[in-house]
């Protein structure tokens, strides 16, 4: 037994997703700094001058209601803002409005799909509603400072310590990031860093009754860093203990390019952040019937179509891929509401192997019905489903009328029984099928393709592959 099978790892992720709103969080600045210069999208109030007061974006405070519903948790009728002071320089007030004491949501659940078929339970401690911090970027012996993000609202959701592998970290972080884009709570663009990870790990015996000393990776901004961060992690530690050493309760960073992690700064504790409630910010007021209509706008999350598509028998890699763009997910449901499951599970293998799931490819998808009929021609075999594909493709580049694509292309399969008969009588007389026949005789089907291919070959690739196949059975 390995030195690692001793132990067992338990992980709590803190995940920051920047809210879709225009403007920031307490000022009417700009929201979307990704192509903006330095310093160019802040306003007095980001910059904590003296004598402005903040005014709360109301926007934000109805995302965080949608948030809500998306991870199962209750929103609180009252809510309120807190100070946490900490001094650096990409924070210019010396303390981040926050919410510690009454946070906007509660306690929840996400059930999160394993790729071995089970799935993984995290608990959702709370999320509370903040505003985030400037950039940092160093240069060797300097650093420079981009205040473009400082009062970007961001909620964090805190879970509760429920996962134990590196698979489930990264499984709970795939479901959270679905259900915040479905959601419409966030733009998810992870390369800018609208949801950032915070994977808190410890290791312990798996017979202990106690936790181990916890580090904290920050801001891992995609789903491979979370599982490699976190199992890199997991052996370190081990490692240390092994050793006879002691895990040191840390902050630490993950370098991709080397794929470890590096120690930043020791933990700080909740005390040291001197927490006091914000003067200058009324607590959030809300009734439950102005919860009940933000929520009922919520799209349909992931779990629905999961649960709609199970008739279709799609393999997991096919739902994963439609799910990751949700105008695949919604266009495939709709596909199955008007023309029935065997159609829709059809576009969907066409959308799972042609089509990026990356929310960034924005592709217009085709017409609804050209799919449906599209479809429809491949399930009557009036294409092959070599064709289907080419003309599936065409339809995503802006083609319309598949049929009179495949006529104009002369893709269209000749399904007349007596003319393809006539032929497979053709092949079947050619003394060069003898062969093949005697061998089919003699139980060697694979030898039957030969004859198939022949009839393909004098109909000119015409013929449907099916029937010909059904053709040469009967006359053996």
Known sequence: MSKYDKYEMTIGIECHVQ?????????????????????????????????????????????????????????ALVSNFDRKHYFYPDLPKGYQTTQMYNPIIGAGEIEAPLE??????????????????????????????????????LIEIVSEPDIHSAAEAR?????????????????????????????NISVALKDSNKLGKRTEIKNLNSFRSVERAAAYEF??????????????????????????????????????YRYMPDPDIPPIVLTQ?????????????????RKKWQVLNLDKSVINSLLDNQKYAIEISEIQDNAGDSIAKRVAHWF????????????DLPEKQDLIDLAQMSEKNEISSTSAKELFHDLLKGATDPH????????????????IAKIVDEVMNDPS???????IKAGKEKAIGYLVGQVMKRSRGKANPALAQKLIRNRL
């Open 19 to 75: 809210l879709a709103t225009s403007t920031k969080l307490f000022s009417s600045a700009d929201n979307d700094s990704r192509f903006a210069e330095p310093n160019s999208n802040v306003n007095a109030i980001d910059y904590g001058l003296p004598g402005m007061l903040p005014a709360l974006n109301r926007h934000a405070v109805d995302l965080a209601i949608k948030a809500g519903k998306a991870l199962g948790s209750k929103i």
């Open 116 to 153: 071995d078929g089970g799935t993984v339970k995290v608990r959702i401690h709370h999320a509370h509603m903040e505003e985030d911090a400037g950039k940092l970027t160093h240069y060797g012996d300097y650093s420079l400072v981009d205040l473009n993000r400082a009062g970007t609202p």
């Open 171 to 199: 499984a709970y972080a795939v479901e959270l990031y679905r259900r915040m884009t479905y959601a419409g709570v966030t733009h998810g663009d992870l390369y800018h860093g609208n949801m950032r990870f915070d994977v």
């Open 235 to 272: 052996k370190r530690q081990v490692d240390i203990i092994e050793d006879g050493g002691a895990v040191k309760q840390e902050t630490r960073g993950w370098n991709d390019d080397k794929q470890i992690t590096i120690s930043q700064r020791s933990k700080e504790d909740e005390q040291d």
């Open 289 to 305: 019937e102005e919860i009940d209509k933000i929520q009922s706008t919520v799209p349909y999350l992931p779990d629905f179509y």
């Open 352 to 363: 799972a192997s042609a089509v990026s799931g990356n929310e960034e490819d924005n592709i």
């Open 404 to 419: 009179k694509l495949a006529e104009e292309r002369n893709l269209l399969q000749v399904s007349d029984e007596a003319a």
């Open 433 to 439: 099928s003898a062969s093949s026949i005697a061998d």
